[in-house]
Nanobody
Framework: QVQLVESGGGLVQAGGSLRLSCAAS????????MGWFRQAPGKEREFVAT???????????EYADSVKGRFTISGDNAKNTVFLQMNSLKPEDTAVYYC??????????????????WGQGTQVTVSS
C-alpha cells in the first residue's frame, strides 16, 4: 500500500504563488508515475500535471494546457516527495488539489482512473 499526504494549500491573491507538496510512504519503486489533479465545486476532477520517474530514463512531465507555463511538477526522490509549484495563479485555479501515484506504469498518465493511490486533497483558493 501507498499513503499520500498533500500539504501547502491555502488562500492566495490572483497573480500569487503556492507550492504544494505530496509526501509518499509505504510501498515504493524506482519506476513510478505521479500526478496532480484538481476538482472545483460542481465540476469533475481534472488533470493538472504528471511526471514519470525511472531508474533508467530521465523523468518526463506533461501538463494540462490550462496550467502550462505557470505550474511545474518536480520531485525529491530521497524524500519521497513530489511538488507542484504554482505561479501566476488565477481565480479559476481554485479547487481541491489531489496527488496520485501509479506503480504500474512507466509513462506519464493523464487520466484519474489510471492511478492506484490518492491523497486526501488540499484546498487552494485564489481570490480576485
Amino acid at each position: 500500500q501507498v499513503q499520500l499526504v498533500e500539504s501547502g494549500g491555502g488562500l492566495v491573491q490572483a497573480g500569487g504563488s503556492l507550492r504544494l507538496s505530496c509526501a509518499a510512504s509505504g510501498r515504493s519503486s524506482s519506476t513510478y508515475v505521479m500526478g496532480w489533479f484538481r476538482q472545483a465545486p460542481g465540476k469533475e476532477r481534472e488533470f493538472v500535471a504528471t511526471m514519470a520517474w525511472s531508474a533508467i530514463y530521465t523523468a518526463t512531465a506533461e501538463y494540462a494546457d490550462s496550467v502550462k507555463g505557470r505550474f511545474t511538477i518536480s520531485g525529491d526522490n530521497a524524500k519521497n516527495t513530489v511538488f507542484l509549484q504554482m505561479n501566476s495563479l488565477k481565480p479559476e485555479d481554485t479547487a481541491v488539489y489531489y496527488c496520485a501515484k501509479s506503480l504500474s506504469s512507466r509513462s506519464t498518465l493523464r487520466w484519474a482512473h489510471e492511478y492506484e493511490y490518492w491523497g486526501q486533497g488540499t484546498q487552494v483558493t485564489v481570490s480576485s
